[in-house]
T-cell receptor, first 111, second 116 residues
Framework: SQELEQSPQSLIVQEGKNLTINCTSS?????LYWYKQKYGEGLIFLMM?????EEKSHEKITAKLDEKKQQSSLHITASQPSHAGIYLC???????????FGTGTRLQVFP | GAVVSQHPSWVICKSGTSVKIECRSL??????MFWYRQFPKQSLMLMAT?????????EQGVEKDKFLINHASLTLSTLTVTSAHPEDSSFYIC????????????FGPGTRLLVL
């Protein structure tokens, strides 16, 4: 079965610093979703990547999918306290609608 | 953007009772909805796929007689936890796929269940 591993598990950064979260799949990815979750709340869709080498940006967040389609990174530039939360990567399994999720990365941003 | 709601947002019940959780797509039609379970500090685990007008598909290890799913319309799926026990206490989240945007799943805010 496919597994997604995220690193780091947790991250504490000072406001204004850049950071990167990685998501590595045990199998080829057919798509990769990034979500943000605040504790005890639902998931907020950030971005979806499909093609090898694809890169998307929204405000200060950039996500990339590597050429081999087995790893994705999420980069936040000039982090703010509002970026704090749990970041989850999710991937559809082959030929299904189902998503499997990574282990999550807990981000804290202090002033 | 697409909005998914859940009701209730939290519920406390006695052991042995049944609890129904609703998942609604507010501004789009969803032929497929998904139910997830999340334990503290853990990731989401898919429980079942809910298909409008047909039986739900359950993941391995999920008891279909305990977690009843009904997807009666294109905007509503319900999850009923029957004869709830303390070990069923968890955070339940649903997601829905927009019929017009098959690539993205939108998530509800979640329902926190505590079984005493």
């Amino acid at each position: 079965s496919q597994e997604l591993e995220q690193s780091p598990q947790s991250l504490i950064v000072q406001e204004g610093k850049n950071l990167t979260i990685n998501c590595t799949s045990s199998k080829t990815l057919y798509g990769l979703y990034w979500y943000k979750q605040k504790y005890g709340e639902g998931l907020i869709f950030l971005m979806m990547l499909q093609k090898g080498g694809e890169e998307k940006s929204h405000e200060k967040i950039t996500a990339k999918l590597d050429e081999k389609k087995q790893q994705s990174s999420l980069h936040i530039t000039a982090s703010q306290p509002s970026h704090a939360g749990i970041y989850l990567c999710g991937a559809p399994t082959w030929n299904t609608d189902k998503l499997i999720f990574g282990t999550g990365t807990r981000l804290q941003v202090f002033p | 953007g697409a909005v998914v709601s859940q009701h209730p947002s939290w519920v406390i019940c006695k052991s042995g009772t049944s609890v129904k959780i609703e998942c609604r797509s507010l501004d789009f039609q969803a032929t497929t909805m998904f139910w997830y379970r999340q334990f503290p500090k853990q990731s989401l685990m898919l429980m079942a796929t809910s298909n409008e007008g047909s039986k739900a598909t359950y993941e391995q290890g999920v008891e279909k007689d305990k977690f009843l799913i009904n997807h009666a319309s294109l905007t509503l799926s319900t999850l009923t936890v029957t004869s709830a026990h303390p070990e069923d206490s968890s955070f339940y989240i649903c997601s829905a796929r927009d019929w017009g945007d098959q690539e993205t799943q939108y998530f509800g805010p979640g329902t926190r269940l505590l079984v005493l």
